[in-house]
């Protein structure tokens, strides 16, 4: 018996030993004297020896906790209740009035007394005149003034005085805090450790000449921009301090390559298109002058496809691209079957948001209607104009707006069946007005203008369709549009829906955080798509619940028509952000 009750003492003895031996209470702070007292006694101990140390250092912790944010003449009271297993400590604290600031004295000399950074930086350094001292906001202005130096390349920056004086008699402290930054050093050369990209991309691509002032951004941006290109699989730009000369600081570039051949499988689904399967195949740098292909497969009952993109840089590698590419396609518009083959360029050029470019694409399409089959090629002319702005996070956007415009002409006396004029423009808007409420708009036009005689002859992937995930939600995907009525073999009629030549969809959709992964969201679509002089206005509402994963929010929404009183709900489901 008394082996067992041995072996069962053992046996607990690791748990005791690892208890916490002693509790204590804190009394008389609040708000951050607390919570900086609290950190600074730490955790219970869990050992007699610790316990002890942690009796008799408990004032100077608190003390020392309470002068960090001013505080230097605090009253503290210690008990303590010595019963075993685990004492209690009792500490109250009087915390008193802080040290208020009484003179603030900063200044900058070197060549960073006249940078713009370095003044605004000084404009708010994080306390003023009359504050409580807070010794954290002091040090925090110091590691703010030699990390701002060194991103700006003041290098040999140091404090010529650096001093906070407490005269906690008379309730009064004084901070100086001088900083010479001496000279700002330059950039120097580039040094790229790979070749494989032409040495003209290569600058294109550099936000920075040499003899430029060192500024860090800069590097950062260079690094992002190369990253960008999509050639390398990792980018590392570093500047080389310890091989400065004549002020000039050499930066070196590390280029790791991209593999030179990737292929990609896709799985997904949308109540809009189904289910498909995708097969992507990639070479991100051809040759040294950047070009690169991509081919993608998407097998879908809705619609199949194959698209052969081949990009060129010409004058900038990010900022000025052309584009080649080859497609086809098939696809349901409304109640047609559609066969596409395409051949078309694009050259793209960019400017900060705003991107804008000019294409010419060839479109061999046939499509059948009542049972008669109808083919037309057209040749078009293109111009678009897209502009972005964004705020927060790219998957979940805070706010927002983003443009699109588009434009194509076709004439039959330069390649084209048809004489054709169409035009779209696609506005997106998101605001956070409030905390945790989220408002998400949507406008969506088009026209395309044919001879009166040439509207049977316009293609269906050139007229327009509305209903669906994108479009109005609560009718099925492409279900809106001009209809005809036929008479099928029973003589009963039908009419089918075969797009129409004037597009018109608003959407309002307001959402709220649950959390930081879900939102709930009620909504409105409304429009139309129809020949001049037909609208009818579709109206769709409903409501639906998101949940914001790494690649976009995952909508589930349910929406019906709410103008047809026995209309059916119908179950949305799509993936990805607004923009």
């Known amino acids: 018996m008394l082996r067992h009750i041995l072996t069962l003492l053992l046996l607990l003895l690791p748990a005791a030993a690892g208890a916490a031996t002693l509790r204590y209470e804190l009394s008389g702070l609040d708000g951050a004297l607390l919570e900086n007292a ?5 955790g219970a101990p869990d050992s007699v020896r610790e316990r002890q140390n942690f009796v008799a250092s408990a004032r100077k912790r608190v003390a020392d906790s309470l002068r960090a944010l001013g505080y230097y003449e605090p009253q503290i009271d210690i008990e303590v209740e010595r019963t075993e297993p685990r004492w209690t400590l009792r500490i109250a604290v009087r915390p008193g009035e802080p040290v208020r600031l009484r003179n603030i004295d900063l200044g900058v000399a070197g060549a960073a007394s006249s940078d713009p950074a370095f003044d605004a930086l000084l404009r708010e350094p994080g306390f003023k005149r009359g504050d409580a001292l807070h010794h954290g906001a002091y040090e925090a202005l110091r590691s703010r003034l030699l990390t701002l130096a060194q991103q700006r390349g003041y290098f040999d920056a140091g404090f010529t005085h650096s001093q906070v004086a407490v005269d906690a008699a008379g309730g009064s402290a004084d901070i100086t805090l001088h900083l010479d930054s001496g000279v700002r050093y330059q950039f120097g050369e580039l040094r790229f450790d790979d070749t494989r990209v032409s040495a003209d991309m290569l600058d294109a691509l550099s936000t920075f000449s040499n003899g430029d002032p060192y500024d860090q951004a800069e590097l950062q941006a260079f690094q992002a921009r190369l990253q960008r290109t999509g050639f390398f699989a990792a980018v590392v730009v570093e500047p080389l301090r310890d091989q400065a000369q004549s002020g000039r600081v050499p930066v070196a570039v590390s280029l790791h390559p991209a593999k030179r051949h990737s292929i990609d499988l896709g799985i997904g689904y949308s109540t809009d298109t189904e289910g498909r399967v995708s097969l992507t195949w990639r070479t991100p740098r051809i040759n040294r002058a950047g070009h690169s292909q991509q081919t993608r497969l998407v097998f879908s009952q809705v619609n199949p496809s194959g698209r052969f993109n081949y990009k060129i840089p010409l004058g900038h590698p990010l900022d000025d691209l052309l584009y080649l590419w080859a497609r086809v396609e098939e696809n349901e518009f409304g109640d047609l079957d559609s066969q596409q083959r395409e051949l078309g360029t694009r050259r793209e050029l960019r400017t900060d948001n705003l991107v804008w470019g000019y294409s010419l694409r060839g479109l061999d399409e046939s499509w059948n209607l009542l049972n008669n089959d109808n083919r037309n090629e057209y040749l078009l002319f293109g111009a678009s104009l897209s502009n972005r702005d964004i705020r927060g996070s790219l998957l979940d956007p805070s706010g927002g707006l983003s443009q699109l415009y588009t434009m194509e002409y076709g004439n039959q006396d330069a390649g084209s069946d048809v004489d054709l004029l169409r035009f779209t423009a696609l506005l997106r808007y998101v605001a956070t007005p409030l905390p945790r409420h989220r ?14 005689g040439d509207r049977d002859d316009l293609a269906p992937s050139l007229s327009f369709f509305a209903g669906g995930n994108q479009s109005i939600r609560g009718f099925a995907y492409q279900s809106i549009g001009d209809e005809i009525e036929v008479q099928r073999e029973d003589g009963s009629n039908k009419r089918l829906v075969v797009g129409g030549t004037r597009l018109a969809v608003l959407s309002l959709e307001y959402q709220y ?3 930081d992964n879900w939102r709930g969201a009620i909504f409105t679509d409304g429009g139309d798509a129809f020949d001049a002089g037909d609208l009818d206005w579709h109206v769709g509402a409903g409501f639906g619940v998101h949940y914001l994963s790494p690649v976009g929010a995952i909508r589930i929404e349910i929406a019906r028509d709410v103008i047809e009183n026995d ?3 119908r179950l949305h489901l799509n ?3 607004e923009f």
């Open 567 to 569: 209309a059916d709900w």
């Open 513 to 515: 955080y649950l959390n």
């Open 575 to 577: 993936i990805g952000a």
């Open 38 to 42: 609290r950190a600074w006694l730490g």
């Open 439 to 452: 408002l998400v708009a949507r406008a969506e036009f088009g026209a395309a203008d044919v001879q009166r």
